[in-house]
């Protein structure tokens, strides 16, 4: 009886997201049953075919592919790394296979946002939020997810930072050319323009205040928070990491930051589509 499913075609970085999920199911586990809970996850997404479906006799356990085994592996050893996963569950089974979440690693599978250890499904998600999303965020973005992934905090901060100013100044361009007034808009662009990037967010912020009140609530909801919460959030954090103050970046904060980037690109692309469709 063949109870192993075909090799997957993911790369290891799509399979990375199946184990996370299976973790979910369970947060106690061994590597052998954690393999067949990934091929049981990948069956019920519709990834591959039930071996067991038109079978009378079956174990009722799902195997992987041995290559499929091999990244589960390395993606076990990479994730023990990241403090998501210890080796033991207890005194009585302390060693491999023995494998449990360690608290930070609950917090990461139980989350409702995507996560940074999930690269492949965060850049799923956000692609699927912001399909036109411009390509330099989104290299950016793999960098910050690369680097956060292997400890990295203080280039996955500046990449987060550099991803979040570029976002920003393609909002601050897309107000700029809705400004229906030509003197109006050259003065604009002579406060912005070559301009570091604080100057430009302040010089926004205080142009775009008398204008909330008359944009749909749709646009305006949240701006306070989502946009100009977060970007200072995010560029506060950068500059720590970005110029030789000696401050740690503590990976809760940086994790909390790549959380809410999506919904803080999100509205940005909002109102980028408003500014294109309507003049000030």
Known sequence: MNDRIDKLNLNIYEIRTLVLEALK?????????????VAKVAVTKGITNDPNKNSYCSSGFIYLNDRDEDYVREIIWNLITENI???????????????KLTEYGKKVVESEM????????YLARIHDQIPKLDNVIYIYLEECLRTYNINALLSSTIALGCASEKALLLLIEAYTNAISDSKRREKFKQKTNGRMIKRQFDEFTKAISNLVGSMPSDISDGLNNVLIGVFEMIRNCRNDAGHPTGK????EILFANIQVFIPYCKKVYELIDYWNENVI
């Open 248 to 251: 740690v970046i503590e990976k």
């Open 85 to 99: 996963l210890t080796i033991g569950i207890n005194s009585s089974n302390p060693n491999w296979p023995w494998l």
């Open 25 to 37: 199911n369970k947060s106690e586990t061994q590597y052998v049953n954690l393999c067949c809970e």
């Open 114 to 121: 995507p996560v940074p250890h999930d690269p492949s499904g």
